[in-house]
């Protein structure tokens, strides 16, 4: 059995499909079941995002979505076939002029009507895709409805493993198909209430249904070929990895390599599954398996912009239990994420890395603690990261510090397990940085 995920990246016109169908045709074993995880067709999760911004143009937005449905399904499928998803497609885009006509007059969306209305781009996408296979011979059916149960954290919904693993099989159950279509990035509460689980949760969905059917390898296929050294748009020089630890892979995650779910690969810890990410249009992949082993060194970099550094200096925290607490509950209250924290072993100082957009908001939060703060300032920053399990070996990461040492880093946090460094620098020194530990990366993976 095989769990393959179908990036949205990669479904945008008919030359697309027909590489996706050689892929699925080269994956699937039609003696046992395959499961199909798809995203939204490109673009389509964002012109639904649209509909939520632009209330007034939301109507000719869900016309220009199901138009685009209907052109695709025109090409890549034909007679019944068509006309059976044709009136599926239609019935969905029904329920969404609905949608999208009611919160032009009420003129308010809430977390569960956004997601809701989210949830429509991959249920119009395992309509399509099924279609599509079942055109060119291959015995697919697809379950509109998500797999997934969560519970109605809206817009980052949690999965609810045991009841997921019970839906899924339940579901199965009822087709006799060998491919099976569903949709990824959606759930449904206990309460039957659409949820989503974050930009890029498809992945996430084929790791945690892989984990469900204890399957030994999910795939994930996308539009570059796979988990590359560097941004190539940035760093032209940057090669796809070949290997990833699951320590490695997690960091890369959660510093936004690749834009995979920071919870991507939290289903395969403890087994024995391999995700590989390959692409569309390209030979090579990135193989995610198992643990740091002596031949890892150093794998890749991640750069993150437009963030702030706010240091607050006061002596007035010095030994002070639960001062730094009280500042952490003014970020909270300002409903501010805090993305790196540091503070020195005098206390006298406390600096918190966050989006530039928040800056505002938190410095007006802090203003009201002025009993306790006596002076607060701020900077543009950035953010560079190395990963690699060789950084836990003290030759490579007292290189890798020293060749960021010149930049003058504003402070220097390790991630899990040791396998990434993350240099906080200033806005201008980003790029040449991040050219420099690129370059340590290759070094590294050439000896």
Request: glycine letters at 6%.
């Amino acid at each position: 059995m095989k769990v393959i995920k179908i990036g949205g990246s990669i479904q945008k016109d008919e030359k697309d499909y027909e590489l996706i169908l050689e892929k699925i045709r080269k994956e699937i074993d039609n003696s046992d079941r395959n499961i199909i995880v798809t995203s939204a067709i490109k673009n389509v999760t964002n012109q639904l995002l649209e509909i939520i911004k632009n209330m007034d143009k939301s109507t000719d937005i869900v016309t220009d979505i199901y138009d685009r449905h209907i052109r695709l399904l025109s090409k890549l499928s034909k007679g019944g076939e068509f006309e059976k998803t044709f009136q599926e497609l239609s019935k969905l885009s029904d329920e969404l002029y609905k949608i999208a006509w009611s919160i032009r007059v009420i003129d308010e969306v809430t977390p569960k009507v956004k997601d809701y209305i989210l949830s429509f781009g991959e249920r119009f996408a395992v309509a399509l895709l099924s279609a599509f296979l079942r055109s060119n011979g291959i015995p697919a059916v697809h379950i509109s409805e998500p797999v997934l149960v969560t519970d109605e954290n809206f817009g980052e919904a949690n999965v609810l493993f045991q009841q997921s693993k019970e839906n899924l099989l339940k579901k199965m159950e009822e087709v006799k198909e060998s491919v099976i279509v569903v949709p990824g990035f959606i759930g449904k509460s206990l309460n039957n209430k659409y949820t989503t689980i974050g930009r890029g949760g498809s992945d996430y969905t084929a790791t945690v249904i892989g984990r469900i059917l204890g399957v030994k390898e999910v795939k994930l296929i996308t539009e570059v070929p796979g988990v590359m050294t560097a941004d190539p748009k940035k760093i032209p020089e940057a090669k796809t990895i070949p290997r990833l630890s699951l320590e490695e892979a997690v960091e890369l995650s959660q510093l936004g390599a690749k834009r995979l779910h920071p919870k991507t690969f939290d289903p395969i810890f403890n087994t024995d599954i391999k995700v590989i990410i390959e692409g569309l249009y390209e030979e090579g992949n990135t193989i995610v398996e198992g643990s740091c082993t002596k031949e890892d060194t150093l794998k890749g970099i991640a750069t993150r912009s437009n963030l702030e550094l706010v240091t607050i200096e006061s002596t007035n925290i010095v030994g002070k239990i639960g001062s730094a607490a009280t500042i952490m509950s003014e970020a909270r209250n300002a409903n501010v994420n805090i993305i790196a924290i540091s503070q020195p072993v005098t206390e006298t100082v406390i600096q918190l890395v966050i989006d530039s957009e928040d800056k505002n908001r938190l410095l007006e939060g802090l203003t009201k603690l002025s009993n306790l703060i006596e002076d607060i300032q701020s900077r543009k920053v950035s953010a560079v990261s190395i990963v690699g399990c060789g950084l836990r070996n003290k030759e490579i990461s007292s290189k890798v510090i020293s060749k960021a040492s010149p930049f003058d880093p504003l402070f220097i946090s390790r991630g899990l397990k040791g396998v990434s460094l993350t240099f906080i620098v200033d806005e201008k020194d980003e790029n040449e940085l991040a050219k420099e530990l690129h370059e340590a990366v290759l070094e590294w993976q050439t000896k």
